[in-house]
């Protein structure tokens, strides 16, 4: 190889590594500066303790209470509907008129049959008046031929008589007894004839009081308070009855206040109920005993307060679910029977539960974190297990503690270790606070502060979020 080259390639190995040095010293970061930086405004916010209740929540749908399909009980051409599709009617009111003519002329009918029959009984309790008379007849007759008989026959023993004058009183004799018992089976038989005409009677008055049921069911009335539907027939038309609740539906009615609600309780939720009353954090519900509240579709919350009133007494083997169900007054506001409804239940004795406003939580890879200022003025990251709302506030169950500050304006400007500058405020959200003052711990105390029961409040439909 010629000298030049080598020259040339020593030369330039030199100049390539020189270059590189260059640019690493070039693209190096400077010197750190030590210069601290100005503390970032927040705002923050104690956390607050307070006593409440949990909740769980189900879907279900209002059911009415009280559901009649009218019918008729009488058959007759339909002369009337009185009522208007769609209102409201009250227990009594007239719903529809079926011609009475008919069922007028039975009644009259009857009624005629029964003075028939009341006729023959005081006939025959005349026939009876002059048997009488005539067994008492027959009484005196048969006395006085036994004295004469009893007379005759003593003189007759004595020989003071003939034995044909005693003949003649022992016929005497037999003929009154003849007469008595002749007279005695016509008292028995005109005692006969009043029981048969009074038997006549009988049916004849159940027969007018069948005719006057008859002539009342021509007019078909509400057999309960509330909102009528739809009539399947119309004037003119020929209704037929039918046993035993086989004739036509002509319309339906269902009750409008109270309502029921019904819902599944999941086998989960079941389980753990059972578990909250042995541990003795949770009573045993009794019927007509246990709260319970719904809103539906359109309302926010659970503006509708009631109570659990019935239970199924098994799980669905089907579904896994325990049907149960709630009874609400709901006054002068009419809740339509089909709505669909959420309902919570509480499920656990009041209890301390630490709270603090949604604002103040932040997600990292599925795991929530609050960011807590210590005494430092120091940002510190906290990993919490969230629960359910209560009183607008999102319920802790891990990872805070009463005393705690955390962050809930400006949690976006900071991180984990930052230097703060914190203007303490009132938790964000906080229902309780803005309806009636309610005590909170705050960073002074430890000992959680009594407060009020919670009540449901407008805006706590929101479950917890999951946990991971």
Not at 55 to 68: P, S
Not at 220 to 233: D, E, M, N, Q
Not at 266 to 279: N, Y
Request: glycine share 8%; aromatic share 6%.
């Amino acid at each position: 190889m010629h000298p030049d080259w080598r020259w040339a390639m020593r030369y330039g190995s030199r100049q390539f590594w020189l270059v590189g040095i260059l640019i690493w010293v070039g693209c190096s970061p400077g010197p750190v500066t030590t210069k601290n930086k100005a503390p970032i405004p927040v705002e923050v916010s104690p956390v607050i303790v307070r006593e409440a209740t949990d909740y769980a929540e189900f879907t279900g749908r209002t059911i009415a209470q009280e559901t009649v399909e009218v019918r008729a009980r009488i058959s007759g051409y339909l002369q009337e509907v009185v009522f208007q599709e769609g209102q409201k009617v009250k227990e009594g009111d007239l719903l529809y008129k079926i011609d009475q003519r008919p069922y007028q002329v039975a009644l009259e009918q009857a009624q005629s049959r029964v003075v028939e029959a009341e006729s023959q009984i005081q006939s025959a309790i005349s026939q009876k008046l002059q048997r009488a008379a005539e067994e008492e007849r027959r009484q005196a007759e048969l006395i006085l031929a036994q004295k004469s008989y009893d007379r005759t026959k003593s003189l007759a023993d004595q020989g003071a008589s003939t034995a044909n004058a005693r003949d003649t009183a022992e016929a005497n004799l037999s003929t009154a007894k003849s007469g008595l018992t002749a007279a005695q089976a016509d008292m028995e038989f005109s005692l006969s004839m009043i029981a048969t005409a009074e038997a006549s009677a009988n049916t004849a008055r159940s027969a007018v009081d069948s005719a006057k049921l008859n002539l009342e069911y021509t007019e078909l009335r509400a057999p309960i308070s509330g909102r009528i539907g739809k009539t399947s027939v119309t004037r003119g038309n020929l209704i037929q009855s039918g046993d035993l609740g086989s004739g036509p539906v002509l319309t339906t009615i269902v009750s409008i206040n109270p309502i029921y609600v019904e819902f599944d309780v999941d086998e989960g939720t079941v389980l753990k109920v059972h578990h909250l009353i042995r541990d003795g954090k949770a009573d045993r519900a009794v019927a007509g005993s246990a709260p319970v509240s719904f809103g539906l579709a359109d309302e926010q919350g659970f503006p509708h307060e009631g109570l659990m009133t019935f239970a199924e007494n098994r799980l669905s083997a089907t579904t896994g679910t325990l049907r149960v169900r709630g009874t609400f007054d709901t006054g002068d506001n009419e809740i339509l029977p089909g709505l669909f409804a959420r309902v919570r239940v509480p499920i656990g004795k009041p209890h301390q539960v630490a709270l603090i406003s949604d604002r103040a939580v932040i997600s990292d890879l599925g795991e929530k974190i609050v960011y807590v200022v210590n005494d430092k003025h120091e940002v510190v990251p906290r990993p919490v297990k969230l629960g359910q709302m209560h009183f607008g506030l999102r319920a802790v169950e891990e990872g805070l503690k009463s005393g705690d500050r955390v962050i809930v304006n400006g949690v976006q400007r900071v991180a984990p270790g930052a230097v703060v500058e914190e203007k303490e405020v009132a938790m964000p959200g906080d229902k309780a606070a803005a309806t009636s003052p309610v005590p909170a711990v705050t960073p002074a105390t430890a000992t959680p502060a009594p407060a009020k029961a919670e009540t449901p409040a407008q805006g706590d439909a929101q479950p917890a979020p999951p946990q991971k």
